[in-house]
């Protein structure tokens, strides 16, 4: 990896990608430290000492966020509402003829999907920023903080739409962004700044984890800590990398006097095809209980059981549910993702086949065996990753603040192999050594 960014920094046009990709995580880091108007800064500091670190229901969107959401900055709602909506899109590409039929369109078709992406980032982004302003000045934001209900002074609607809209400027920005990223920089522009939201909040995290700790001042905890991460981190490099290549062999043909096919190629299943997709499904979906019970201030017995058993995150149940639905949306999203027939069509079309399989329904019945055999250890493996952190919370005594949680580990690994493989191509075409070893 650092060969990779050494080499691509000797290239002239390279490094004026690499640099001008440094600069807008430079502007986008600033701008996650720059507070929302009408918000009481002096407050938020006051309940983020007190809470420690600790985001409660909220950390997800705070880890996507860089930490900018607790501090009500005009960043607050990162690069979150454009991940819902790009989700969202891509579940009701199956759903709408009309989508799945610009989605086959090639270029021109993406081109307005993600017209709509952004459309949709807009409206989530109002509606995530007025629920933030509304948790905020109930004092939900930082439960159990004195001030809680003091970070936004004023009850004026004027500055109510002045935070929404300046949180939602700043998610067009950050969108914005993301495409110069992709553009003009190195490209991934959105998955960029998704790792350096979640990469920022890491030495803190691990400082924390030393303070906190008993042991040798904490060294101990520190080192062990950091001796986990790493171990996580080459198991994720190790599935995510891992494969089941499908053979698929074409057949010659003769077009005038030309010979066309021949050739021998392979279909790439990867054993976690759903990526982190699942992980925030389930985590989204375990929020809403929790989010339900807090704001609605029941003290009925639904609303109990579910602050007893939805809250915590080493609860028995909590666990158990958080495993099956990461089992349960990782062969969902395959299912909508990889279309088994569609593959088998297109193979048939261009005279592709299977060795050993017939071309048509056999072979989409092939391809769908097969998807649902290695799914099932992405599926588990997704599972166990995330439960890191409650595993963290028993052997460290601490949930919120373990940095190598299953989520973060799994989008850092992810973005950092495809960063680094598209560095790696674009060296290739300016570069041939490669193919000359």
């Not at 507070?35 to 007190?50: D, H, L, R």
């Not at 493989?421 to 075409?429: C, F, G, N």
Request: charged fraction near 10%; include cysteine; glycine fraction near 10%.
């Amino acid at each position: 990896m650092l060969t990779a960014f050494a080499r691509a920094f000797k290239t002239p046009d390279l490094r004026k990608k690499l640099l001008f990709t440094l600069g807008i995580i430079v502007l986008y880091r600033i701008g996650a430290h720059i507070p929302v108007p009408g918000v009481s800064y002096a407050n938020v500091e006051t309940c983020m000492k007190q809470a420690g670190g600790n985001s409660g229901l909220f950390a997800l969107v705070n880890m996507f966020s860089g930490g900018a959401l607790l501090q009500i900055t005009i960043f607050a709602l990162g690069i979150m509402p454009y991940i819902t909506a790009s989700i969202i899109l891509q579940l009701l590409t199956v759903v709408i003829p009309r989508l799945e039929a610009l989605k086959k369109e090639g270029q021109t078709g993406q081109a307005k999907i993600t017209q709509y992406t952004r459309y949709l980032t807009v409206a989530l982004a109002i509606l995530q920023g007025t629920g933030l302003v509304a948790t905020a000045r109930s004092g939900a934001l930082f439960k159990g903080c004195p001030v809680a209900s003091e970070i936004v002074p004023s009850n004026s609607i004027f500055t109510t739409i002045t935070m929404v809209i300046t949180m939602t400027a700043g998610t067009a920005m950050v969108m914005w962004l993301g495409e110069l990223v992709t553009d003009r920089g190195i490209g991934n522009g959105m998955s960029i700044l998704m790792f350096i939201s979640i990469a920022a909040g890491f030495p803190g995290a691990l400082w924390q984890i030393k303070v906190q700790g008993k042991l040798a001042d904490g060294w101990i905890e520190f080192f062990a800590v950091i001796v986990v991460g790493l171990a996580m981190v080459a198991l994720v490099v190790f599935v995510e990398q891992a494969q089941r290549r499908i053979p698929v062999q074409y057949a010659k043909r003769m077009i005038g006097r030309r010979s066309y096919g021949g050739t021998s190629t392979y279909i790439p299943l990867k054993v976690n095809q759903a990526g982190v997709i699942p992980v925030i499904f389930a985590s989204s979906l375990l929020y809403i209980p929790a989010l339900v019970a807090q704001f609605s201030g029941s003290t009925a017995g639904w609303a109990e059981w579910i602050s007893t058993n939805f809250t915590k995150g080493n609860h028995p149940v909590y666990i158990v549910t958080y495993f099956l639905l990461i089992v349960f949306f990782a062969f969902f999203y395959v299912a909508i993702s990889f279309n088994p027939e569609e593959v088998a069509d297109n193979m048939k079309k261009y005279g592709g086949f299977i060795p050993g399989i017939r071309a048509g329904r056999p072979t989409a019945e092939y391809l769908s065996y097969v998807l649902n055999r290695i799914t099932w250890p992405g599926s588990l493996y997704l599972g166990l990753i995330a439960l890191v952190p409650t595993v963290a919370l028993v052997l460290f005594n601490t949930q919120q603040n373990f940095p190598f949680g299953g989520t973060s580990i799994l989008i850092i690994v992810g973005v950092g192999l495809e960063t680094v493989k598209q560095i790696e191509s674009q060296l290739q075409q300016r570069n041939y050594e490669g193919f000359l070893r």
